[in-house]
């Protein structure tokens, strides 16, 4: 036995696996298979029997993180503790690529295979024979040994710090260089791998480092809005998150130019997380934060727990609530980068040299799909739930602006556009200026990975460009009534889907059945589909009336319910 399997094997022993547990690499990362809630808790009590849940997922994952930098030459991954928009008794942990993406999709099953093992002996020995099938070399002595390099980075929760000892141990014992960069957004994060692993070459991102990332966005925002008059303040709930003080200190960076009124910064209170605020509840309650006191027309916004997703809403004059959520956003970014692509002559009638367009998922209000494709003009690609799939569609333009429903999402550049906006020649002044506030735009927004504060930032640019409030930008389109309803199956794994999951292959028959429903109801559609990270299964419906948007999805719900 090697030393590093030996040293794998001790310090596994301090984060042993619970024996009767299997996991599986969900929506978004390593869950139990009875999905997070409940069950990846970390509490404080040590007399919790999921105390050890995450912690032996989290060693191990640290041991897969070393193996992915090793087997790209050393290049540098990140590791984010975080369970979002979850409860703050939960906790995951997730893997981010060298240029900030999510982990290739082609690992997740090594993630399952690690998390898994049975023994600390059996890790040992399932860790040896991958690295053995992708030919890495695990000897420290030996001359073929890639140092791997890991950095990573936790939220707020109070199990975070234990967790981050094992992954820490997990480093360790297979010799990775690792940096810790304590609290951080997810999107932050992401910023830094992808800094790292660009540094000194032509795709330079920027400086690795949080106050480089402040720098990059407050830089960006402020020439964007040289000019530009202000709309005054928004008023950003930050779910009690990591969000807080982060957004503090990139509206210190900023300076007057942004005003923004932080509410939910509790974060010393870590039992407040999530709770009664944050995006996940906004979405899902359609109401306000009890603790936000907006009033009618003022702008608000809220970030989840990581701070990668954010919703905007507020209250009408008659006193009710409007969300404007990722559709709204989406389209908001897609509007403004079309008309600024046009200004700077960069497409005209006769050339479309950056291709725009958006990238949805089947929860996306039908509404604003044809908004985007008839009002705006742009193509529209549907994709399943997840932000690695949008990510990945959106690559397939030059612009590709991707949002789900639920707030997250961002635009990527594909190189080709990014060098026509670097030496496009403007031929007069107006276009100059569009030219400019195109780069600016492209500092301006995360890449990587959507970013409530990076995505905050270019929502406040781009109403004050169109000088509009949240009225004006909610009257853009008006969103069919819909309806998101949570079934409890006994087995939701029965439950496929195919056409990014608008339609479900298996149970046989059960589509018919929906099929039949939809036809009845005006402007219906309807579709159901398993969780990726709860014990469930998920039916959304939308119609022309209210009412009828309920009742789909009662029916729908009833029937998915039989099996
Ligand atoms: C995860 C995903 C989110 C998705 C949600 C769906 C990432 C970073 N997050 O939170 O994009 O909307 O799962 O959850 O990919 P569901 O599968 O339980 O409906
Ligand atoms: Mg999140």
């Not at 995951?92 to 690992?107: H, N, Q």
């Not at 990726?532 to 209210?546: F, I, K, L, M, P």
Request: glycine share 8%; hydrophobic share 40%; aromatic share 6%.
């Amino acid at each position: 036995m090697s030393s590093t399997t030996q040293a794998i094997i001790e310090a596994s022993k301090q984060h042993p696996k619970p024996a009767d547990k299997s996991f599986g690499y969900g929506t978004a990362g390593v869950i139990p298979d009875e999905g997070v809630r409940n069950s990846v808790a970390l509490t404080t009590s040590p007399s919790n029997e999921n105390r050890n849940l995450l912690d032996s997922v989290v060693y191990r994952v640290g041991l897969l993180a070393a193996l992915r930098s090793q087997n790209l030459g050393g290049k540098t991954i990140g590791v984010m503790i975080t369970a979002s928009h979850n409860g703050p008794e939960d906790n995951g942990v997730k893997l981010v690529d060298p240029m900030g993406e999510m982990l290739e999709a082609s690992w997740e099953v090594y993630a399952t295979t690690l998390a898994n093992a049975d023994s600390d002996e059996v890790l040992a020995e399932e860790y040896t024979n991958l690295a053995q099938k992708l030919s890495i070399d695990i000897d420290p002595e030996s001359a073929a040994f890639v140092r791997p390099n890991v950095v990573f980075a936790r939220d707020t929760r109070e199990s975070g710090p234990a967790l981050v000892q094992a992954l820490s141990d997990a480093l360790e014992a297979v010799g990775a260089n690792k940096t810790d960069y304590n609290l951080m957004t997810t999107p932050q994060l992401h910023y830094i791998v992808r800094c790292i692993n660009t540094e000194g070459t032509p795709q330079a991102y920027g400086e690795v480092s949080e106050e480089g990332y402040y720098k990059k966005l407050a830089a960006a925002y402020n020439k964007l809005m040289r000019g530009v008059p202000s709309i005054g303040e928004v008023t950003v709930d930050c779910a009690n998150g990591v969000g807080a003080p982060k957004l503090r200190a990139l509206a210190a960076e900023i300076g007057e130019s942004f005003q923004c009124n932080i509410v939910n910064d509790l974060i010393d209170e870590p039992s407040k997380l999530n709770s009664q605020c944050g995006a996940d509840y906004v979405k899902t309650q359609q109401r306000l934060p009890p603790a936000s006191h907006a009033a009618p027309l003022a702008r608000c916004a809220s970030l989840d727990g990581d701070a990668d997703r954010l919703v905007y809403y507020f209250n009408d004059s008659d006193g009710t609530f409007r969300l404007l959520d990722g559709d709204k956003i989406a389209t908001l970014a897609a509007s403004f980068i079309g008309d600024l692509v046009k200004a700077a002559g960069i497409n005209t009638k006769e050339k479309t040299d950056i291709k725009v367009g958006v990238v949805q998922t089947a929860y996306a209000n039908g509404s604003s799909t044809s908004y985007i494709t008839n009002h705006l003009g742009l193509p529209v690609i549907c994709t399943p739930t997840g932000v690695k799939h949008l990510h990945h569609a959106a690559l397939k333009f030059d612009c590709g602006v991707y949002f789900e429903a639920n707030g997250h999402g961002t635009v990527v550049f594909s190189n080709a556009a990014l060098q026509v906006i670097a030496e496009h020649e403007a031929e007069s002044p107006a276009q100059a200026t569009a030219l400019e506030n195109l780069q600016a735009l492209v500092d301006l927004i995360n890449q990587t990975v959507g970013d409530a504060l990076s995505d905050l930032l270019l929502v406040e640019v781009i109403l004050a460009h169109k000088r509009w409030g949240p009225k004006e930008w909610d009257a853009t389109y008006t969103d069919l009534p819909n309806r998101l309803v949570r079934v409890e199956v006994s087995d939701r794994t029965v439950f496929k889907t195919t056409d990014a999951e608008r339609r479900l292959l298996e149970p046989v028959g059960v589509q018919e059945k929906i099929n039949a429903l939809v036809g009845k109801y005006k402007q219906g559609r309807s579709f159901a589909r398993a969780s990726g990270t709860e014990d469930a299964v998920r039916v959304y419906s939308e119609a022309a009336e209210r009412g009828e948007a309920e009742e789909l999805a009662r029916l729908v719900a009833e029937i998915v319910a039989q099996y």
